[in-house]
DNA sequence: TCTTAATGATACCTCTTTTGTATCAATTAC
DNA sequence: GTAATTGATACAAAAGAGGTATCATTAAGA
């Protein structure tokens, strides 16, 4: 599942490859909340997992801000989704935690749930930050 | 997502299906919970559903209980999840409401979120419940 | 006809997760 | 020194998931 906490971090790290495209590495937390629609406080703590997953910098203090780590060729969706948080876009809590069902072993359902997370992971990783950032898309 | 509604939405037409094929075209509620460890009024609530999707059929009384309303290489998972919840196994909320998105005319996540969603549905609606009841599995 | 076993309908409750807010400390440019 | 910015942490409100309870209705069979 796709969240808001989700969807924010991916409009934050498609603002700030927008900015970096323009040679603006470092843009302000409040700008990039404006830009994009994201409430601000919900943002800032949005920021510290993308920092600690190391896919944007930061830097305190006056005019600073944080911008993207590396070029947005070198960053995919999947890497905003797993940097988010610890369960990813699962498909079912049966993918993270099967040991909780004692069916598991011999469930078809798990089964077919971890074909289909498969596929949702590995296009997930096919997209590129570089990709979403043409001309006319916002 | 997969909810434990869902899940436990297919556990329940799985269970019918191998009793189906058993030529038990009638089994209770009970049983069916029972057998695929469901909290028994969580399912009942579930039969409602199925019921009414067409999926299922039931029948009152002494004797009574529910079994599929045909047979299960005419059923696919996708047809439970649409059964089971107005929002299926849907991947962002963007999907189902964009409109209460401002930003969805223009947004590049929603075109992504469209085709990774579109490839789970046509997963889900490949697989037939007959192909899932194997020796083996449950 | 009476009893029993089953579903139908509806309402409710509780816990967890999601979403969002608030506060204060630390840092940096000028 | 001041203002602007992020860091860290805690809190709160709202929504949703998961589960329970109750009573009505139906049908089989003694």
Redesign the interface.
């Known amino acids: 599942?796709?969240t808001?906490e989700t969807?924010y971090s991916?409009?934050m790290v498609?603002s700030l490859a927008g900015h970096y495209k323009r040679g603006e590495k470092t843009v302000s937390s409040a700008d990039v909340a404006g830009e994009?629609?994201i409430p601000y406080r919900f943002l800032r703590k949005l920021v510290k997992r993308l920092v600690d997953g190391g896919l944007i910098e930061s830097r305190r203090g006056k005019n600073g801000g944080v911008g993207l780590a590396r070029d947005p060729s070198l960053i995919t969706?999947f890497d905003v989704v797993q940097a988010t948080g610890p369960r990813g876009?699962e498909?079912?809590?049966?993918i993270s935690e099967p040991k909780s069902?004692?069916?598991s072993p011999?469930?078809?359902?798990l089964r077919?749930?971890q074909?289909?997370q498969g596929?949702?992971d590995s296009?997930?990783k096919r997209?590129r930050i570089s990709d979403?950032c043409?001309p006319?898309?916002?």
């Open positions: 599942m796709i808001r969807d991916m409009r498609l994009m629609d969706l876009v498909m079912s809590p049966c069902c004692k069916r011999l469930c078809q359902l077919e749930f074909v289909i596929r949702v296009h997930l997209v979403m043409k006319g898309a916002r």
